[in-house]
């Protein structure tokens, strides 16, 4: 077995190519003339934060062409209109493919969807070509080999390790670092599968992680490593749980680097540090530890880390974390539109509690929720400004913009690619946010007119609001009169 890893798997790292390269991505697309693509590669896999590396607009003919800038192979998320999909590009290469409007084997959402790209063209030698034919080829050993009867005995066991030799056989000559992680990985969760003779977790980091370097770019190197440090500071022994407690209580990242470093799979201060950054966003939503101190180490790690790409991970994981979260900024935003005299911004609404509404016109459970907001506009309506964001994905209709215009509060008509639509993270509709009167997020995402499975609306919480504003309106006009009338003056 170490035979097989060190042949197969132990790539110098040298392989990588460091120089930034042209790739081309072009292709077709089906339902998009004249939607925008876009092209992102993924900024690191904890905090799953992206940014925009190319972009194209479908012509008449439905096909576009873009050009992004690549020092290595890594995977590509392609995004068009609602519709997400991921390829893989190396630097220097050129890859057609074909984006479908829907996935023929799932259910049409209107919200969006995950597609499954094809390739148009694909030479044998390009890192999607590989990928697909190597997944092809573990797909149909789990389809002979993984079933009840196997997997209670020692014979699935017996043929993955017949599996990983052939692999390495026939794999060996390739000189692709990436490709080879992508193949160490993939085998690696096959050693996950819960079967008898199955490898211990000391096996497993011996083999996989100890002395292979950490490949930050590589979805299956990372997914694996998450998985195998998932939920780390309860996984470890009892007595480096409560100096993990200590440390975290003490807000210092160095007494949790030092004890991290007791555990035997972390003692490499590289992946320990990644670890630890990995562990406080796992336990941030918990109710173990107090999220300030956190916020507090990450922040900390992000300035003062030991690595560079482990500074910039900890701070995206910050912003991550505390960008939409209940008592923060609420992201600003700019909305120009035709006939408005002013920029709209966050600033417009300064001293009132905002309720935006995002919908799609398309779908019913809008229109749904909307005659139900009604009575709330009425009952609420010189307490909260209600702000309505209509999605232009499709050209509204008549009947469409005769009831829109029909709404009795502030209503705007962004497209699905606006950026105040990225800034709020909104992947669904109907969607609601709830502004407080100093521009923090007082809900995200908020309470609908729907009652929830507590059979609880927003109006609940419109209501408290409703009162909370009121008596301190009465407390300050009763404050102004005593203060009018004291004889200390």
Known sequence: MKLFVNLLFIISITAFSFGQQKTTIKGVTTGFVGKKIEFYKIKDYFSLKDSLIGEAIIQKDSSFQVEISLHQTEKIIVKCHKNTGFIYAS????????????????AYRPQGNKVEIAFLELPKTDINYKILEFDNWVHEFLGVYFNRKTTSTLEFSKQLDTFKLNVDNYYKADTSFFFKTYIRYTIASLDDINFIGMKSRIE????????????????KYMDY?????????????????????????SSSPTLLMRHLGSDATLRNPRVRELVAIKGLSDVYNGKDYPKSNIITMLDSIARFG?????????????????????????????????????????????????????VDPTLQESKKQIELLVPLFEKYGKTFRFVTIVDLHNELTKEQKTYYA??????????????????????????????????????YPAASPIPDGEYDTVEKVFYTIKRKVELEKMNKEKSGFDDIYDDTK
Do not use: C
């Not at 497993?204 to 979805?219: I, R, T």
């Not at 008592?327 to 002013?342: R, V, Y």
């Open 225 to 249: 490593m998450s998985l195998f440090y998932k939920n780390i500071f309860a996984m470890v022994s009892t007595d480096i749980n409560q100096k993990i407690y200590k440390s975290i209580l």
């Open 91 to 106: 630097p220097g290469a050129t890859i057609s493919i074909s984006l479908p409007d829907k996935d023929p084997y799932n």
């Open 204 to 219: 497993k980091f011996v083999l996989y992680l100890k002395d292979f370097p950490v490949s930050y770019e590589n979805d």
């Open 406 to 443: 029909t709404i009795p509060w502030e209503k705007y008509y962004l497209h699905f690619d606006h950026p105040m639509i990225k800034k709020y993270s909104i992947k669904s509709f109907p969607s609601y946010v709830l502004i407080d009167d100093t521009g923090i997020l007082h809900s």
């Open 306 to 358: 030991l690595y560079k790409q482990h500074r910039g991970i900890a701070q995206r994981i910050v912003e991550r974390l505390t960008e939409l979260a209940p008592g923060m900024k609420a992201p600003n935003f700019e909305i120009t539109q035709s006939g408005l005299k002013d920029t709209i911004t966050l600033n417009t609404y300064a001293g009132n509690y905002v309720y935006l509404q995002f």
